[in-house]
């Protein structure tokens, strides 16, 4: 996702300036959209706190809300990732609304369908909106190969690949 974040990205220059706004991730499944979310959370110093809008609703929302309020507190930062946010109702994105207009939490909504028709208008108005790409397979080689030599991979194991059995991998995967 090098628009985003390579140098000059609005990724990178959100988080440089320690302003990561809340924002939709809008892409194809295996587009790493939970990784960036998480990632952002982690150089933010922020609690990540990750929600699946298939299985909760706003009483886990409150129960978020609630813990992003004493975090604040305590002059933490809450991140909450809401995972296929495109499947919450128009009463579930309004209760978040407030949270995301007073600077309680900061929204990473992840969806595979298009905002502008799955979410409402007023929550999308309050976020920055990044359409992510498909990893082509050059991206996924590369970071097969990165996790077959660094340790917190498969480095400390022995496995090895050839550039040309990585390259079939990653047109195998088709992006995912």
Not at 20 to 37: D, E, H, Q, V
Not at 48 to 53: E, K
Not at 104 to 117: E, I, K, Q, R
């Amino acid at each position: 996702q090098t628009r985003w974040l390579d140098d000059g990205g609005f990724l990178r220059r959100a988080l440089a300036s320690d302003r990561l706004p809340s924002c939709i991730l809008w892409g194809p499944p295996g587009c790493g959209k939970t990784t960036l979310a998480r990632l952002a959370a982690q150089h933010a110093q922020a609690e990540f706190v990750q929600l699946s809008a298939v299985l909760d609703g706003v009483g886990q929302l409150r129960e978020v809300v609630q813990r992003a309020e004493a975090w604040r507190r305590q002059g933490r930062r809450t991140l909450l990732f809401v995972d296929e946010i495109h499947r919450w109702g128009k009463a579930q994105q309004d209760a978040l609304l407030p949270h995301v207009e007073a600077g309680t939490l900061t929204l990473v909504g992840a969806t595979t369908d298009n905002p502008s028709f799955a979410l409402t208008s007023a929550l999308l108005s309050r976020c920055a909106l990044m359409v992510l790409e498909p990893l082509a397979a050059p991206d996924l080689a590369a970071l097969l190969q990165r996790a077959l030599d660094d340790d917190r991979g498969y480095g400390g194991r022995g496995l090895q690949a050839t550039p040309e059995a990585l390259k079939q991998i990653a047109a195998a995967a088709d992006g995912d």
